[in-house]
């Protein structure tokens, strides 16, 4: 059983609390915030223990989870470097590259990076790891472990990452769902049952795919009959630029996620 210790506690700190309680996690949880009213409410929600003061908090971390802002990155790692506590940490911080943070903070810190979704509060999340070449066997599965437990993890290159956090977010997901449900109230559904039409129309069919053995090219086929309403609904969408709007969408997305990382 390791002490992690969160530097951070916002809301991707709050998720992945409320994910490692579901999972039962057998690991000893600790927040540092500077913000007492965040800590009183973690402490309350999640039971875990609190720290408001951060020399204190990485002191008696085994890990440091960092889950601040990208901006907040360099004066925090500045401190950290000061201190003697963990030696092994995991940023959850967009666009701060593995290179900086070990500059950043000295040596005897062990980085990884993740890039773990806000739904893993249900235990249903998605998490990106990406690891130095020098980093051990063991520090990896264990970081793999930690976000394993409340759901499933991929293994990519950093120079991946960028692309990984505009595509993955769960953002257009939610999107998508209250885009599609106006758009069936404005065609003359009540609001519950435009969100319900939506939500089976994104979601049930997704999990559908990605729980079944079939391609998505044959479930596209096979929902869209040529000449048929979902057919007309769909083209229309392509010409009215549904393809364009979501390409330059994530290219906007990935132009800011890009940016911290040239500091």
Not at 202 to 209: F, K, M, Q, R, T
Request: hydrophobic residues 45%; positive net charge; proline residues 5%.
């Amino acid at each position: 059983m390791s002490k992690i210790v969160f530097v951070g506690g916002g809301r991707i700190t709050s998720a992945m609390l409320a994910g490692l309680r579901l999972g039962k996690t057998k690991h000893d949880l600790l927040v540092h915030d500077r913000n007492p009213g965040k800590l009183r409410d973690l402490k309350k929600r999640y039971a875990v223990a609190v720290e408001p003061d951060l020399r204190g908090a990485i002191r008696k971390a085994d890990v440091l989870i960092i889950a601040v802002s990208p901006s907040a990155v360099p004066e925090l790692l500045r401190s950290v470097r000061k201190m003697k506590g963990a030696r092994l940490a995991v940023s959850l911080a967009a666009g701060v590259r593995l290179r900086a943070l070990s500059k950043l903070a000295g040596s005897p810190v062990r980085w990884a990076r993740a890039m773990p979704s806000p739904v893993c509060r249900t235990g249903l999340g998605f998490t990106a790891v990406t690891f130095p070449p020098t980093l051990p066997r063991a520090d990896r599965k264990w970081v793999k472990d930690l976000f394993a437990s409340f759901g499933q993890v991929v293994e990519i290159p950093e120079s991946k990452f960028d692309a990984f956090t505009v595509t993955y977010s769960c953002s257009h997901g939610y999107h998508a769902l209250a885009t599609l449900a106006r758009a069936a109230q404005a065609a003359g559904l009540d609001r519950e049952t435009a969100l319900l039409a939506a939500a089976h129309a994104l979601a049930d069919g997704i999990v559908a795919w990605r729980h079944g053995d079939h391609s998505l090219e044959s479930l596209l086929k096979e929902a869209v009959t040529p000449g048929g309403i979902a057919a007309t609904t769909m083209d229309a969408m392509d010409a009215a630029g549904y393809g364009r709007a979501v390409r330059r969408g994530v290219a906007a997305g990935l132009r800011k996620a890009r940016r911290p990382s040239r500091k």
